[in-house]
Structures are given as structure tokens and as C-alpha cells.
């Protein structure tokens, strides 16, 4: 129940289109959804969160998709860049503690020139 | 946001020896979490940690073997102790600033 799926494992697309990450969860109280972006050699670098009361936030070329009842959430990655390619993971926590996140198995994002 | 800085950003070391990783915050926070990321793999959590109280560890993790400080507001440190092959792993400190949740560079650890 504390586990995150996230799908696909690995993404090729082409620079200018759309990559689009899919996350899952089971646990009803969670209600802090960050994506993260990780570059080789770095840490996780925080790049859009949501929180359930809104189903969709958008922050430039990135969007987060939520959806409560199905309990799952997406990250669209609009106009890919090259520079875009990256691992990206999906994670979620629960309001008593944003801190202790579950992660989930992470997507390697190859945009294409 | 929140910088945090890590140290050592990566080191390599022999079997049965103990690593302490240092872990500092540009602003005070209440807990700082500890969080290891296997080669090729996602993110665990270790263990938080609050300042003046003993760090909670998560499921399969001890404190024999991974001891934590936190003596302020702005520093923790996590020790990897007698360290085996299998320890090798990025070593990542994170702390919650605005709700949002923040990551160190981390610590690559390689364990020969």
C-alpha cells in the first residue's frame, strides 16, 4: 500500500513532442506529489509538485495531470528538448510529514535532436 | 528553496571501515531525512532526522549501521558503518523548506 508505479521505465522521444511519465499509488493519504528531475552525478532537483485539491498545475513546458478517484497523476514534458533528457521520478507523501516520500522506480527520458 | 551542501561529494573506500557524510542547510529546518539511491535504482528512505532527539529509522534500516547526528537546526551528519560492497550507493540529505521538499547534491560511495 506504501508503494508508487511508475511507468515507462524508459522513454525515447523526439525533440519538440510530448513525453508523458504515468505514476500510481494505492495509500488514500497521500497528498503531496512531487516530480523530480536527476541528471547523472547530481541529486534530485525538485521540478512541479501538486497537491490533490487541484487536478492539474502547470509550470512552463511541464504539467502535472491528477486524478483523486484513480488515484494516479502525470507528468507532461511539452516541446522536449534535448536537454530534457534526464531520469525523472515520480514520488508521493502524506500530510503529517512531506519529507518522507516514497519514490517511484524512476523513467530515463532520451529526447532525440 | 534550500541549498544544501554535502560532503564529501564522493569517496571510495575499503571494507569494514565507517564513512561519516556531512549534510548542511543554508536555513534552519526541523527535520532533515537521510535517503540512499542504489546503482541504477530509485530513492530510500533511511531514517529522519530531528534535532535534539534520536533519528527514526525506516523499515530495514538500523542504527548500528547507520548512525545519525543532528547537534542543530542546520547539520546532520550520517555514518556508514563497517561498510561492505553492498553499501555502495549515492547517499542523499533532504529537507522540507515551504513544503517542498529539497535534495543535496549527495555522497557516490563506493566500498572496495
Known amino acids: 500500500q506504501q508503494q508508487v508505479k511508475q511507468s515507462p521505465q524508459s522513454l525515447i522521444v523526439q525533440k519538440g513532442g510530448i513525453s508523458i511519465i504515468n505514476c500510481a499509488y494505492e495509500n488514500t493519504a497521500f497528498d503531496y506529489f512531487p516530480w523530480y528531475q536527476q541528471f547523472p552525478g547530481k541529486g534530485p532537483a525538485l521540478l512541479i509538485a501538486?497537491?490533490?485539491?487541484?487536478s492539474e498545475k502547470k509550470e512552463g513546458r511541464f504539467t502535472i495531470s491528477f486524478n483523486k478517484s484513480a488515484k494516479q497523476f502525470s507528468l507532461h514534458i511539452m516541446d522536449s528538448q534535448p536537454g530534457d533528457s534526464a531520469t525523472y521520478f515520480c514520488?508521493?507523501?502524506?500530510?503529517?510529514?512531506?519529507?518522507?516520500?516514497?519514490f517511484g522506480q524512476g523513467t530515463t527520458l532520451q529526447v532525440k535532436p | 528553496s534550500a541549498v544544501i551542501s554535502q560532503k564529501p561529494s564522493r569517496d571510495i573506500c575499503q571494507r569494514g571501515t565507517s564513512l561519516t557524510i556531512q549534510c548542511q542547510v543554508d536555513s534552519q529546518v526541523t527535520m532533515m531525512f537521510w535517503y540512499r539511491q542504489q546503482p541504477g535504482q530509485s530513492l530510500t528512505l533511511i531514517a529522519t532526522?530531528?534535532?535534539?532527539?534520536?533519528?527514526?529509522?525506516e523499515s530495514g534500516f538500523v542504527i548500528d549501521k547507520f548512525p545519525i547526528s543532528r547537534p542543530n537546526l542546520t547539520f546532520s551528519t550520517l555514518t556508514v558503518s563497517n561498510m561492505s560492497p553492498e553499501d555502495s550507493s549515492i547517499y542523499l540529505c533532504?529537507?522540507?523548506?515551504?513544503?517542498?521538499?529539497?535534495f543535496g547534491q549527495g555522497t557516490r560511495l563506493t566500498v572496495v
Open positions: 533532504s529537507v522540507v523548506t515551504n513544503t517542498e521538499a529539497f
Open positions: 514520488a508521493a507523501s502524506g500530510i503529517s510529514n512531506t519529507g518522507k516520500l516514497i
Open positions: 501538486i497537491r490533490p485539491d487541484v
Open positions: 532526522a530531528n534535532q535534539g532527539s534520536e533519528a527514526t529509522y
